[in-house]
């Protein structure tokens, strides 16, 4: 007796149930949490901040400021004689940030509000220090109760990255 052994319709419903379930669990693993969301952009926006200090640093005759984008989605850095065009790296890309976008896609959603909302610009004075710039700025999550205050020392223009709880 010949009998062909087969899978029924049953058999790969299952399987292929289980494949779907399966990947819909992992595709959650593999999403940021809204604290590492808020980190990444935390962590690329002080960089940058100490990127244009030290650019101010290398050529304080024009000093380099941070400007803040109006609805809090990123930033981008720009010499004083040139406040609308953002400078560029020694990699050849230029210093604007959209967050959730290229280099900080992880950072989707978050938001970068100053204190006062009305300074979004940051420069620095030819030794380091804080020229003009907010007292602080708050990286958040809008439908989250997570958030980061960042803080400059207008006298050395270091930074201070706290997270309330």
């Known amino acids: 007796m010949n009998a062909r052994r087969g899978y029924t319709l049953i058999e790969m419903l299952v399987v292929v149930l289980i494949i779907a379930t399966l990947a819909a669990l992992s595709m959650d693993l593999l999403r940021p949490r809204d604290e590492e969301r808020i980190e ?9 901040v100490e990127w244009a200090r030290s650019a101010t640093l ?13 609805d809090g989605t990123g930033w981008f ?10 400078m ?23 938001r970068l509000v100053s204190s006062p909302s009305s300074q979004t610009k940051i420069e620095f004075e030819p030794f380091g ?28 223009g270091s930074i201070t990255v706290n997270w309330p709880n």
């Open 88 to 110: 560029t790296a020694a990699d050849g890309s230029t210093m604007r940030r959209t967050l959730g976008q290229g280099m900080s896609e992880a950072a989707a959603g978050v």
């Open 58 to 70: 290398n050529n304080p005759d024009d000093p380099a400021a941070i400007r803040l984008a109006a």
């Open 129 to 156: 220090g804080v020229r003009e710039g907010p007292a602080s700025v708050t990286a958040y999550l809008p439908d989250s109760n997570r958030s980061c205050l960042i803080t400059f020392a207008p006298d050395t």
């Open 77 to 86: 850095i720009a010499r004083n004689s040139t406040p609308t065009v953002p």
């Open 40 to 48: 990444g952009a935390v962590r690329l926006f002080t960089r940058d």
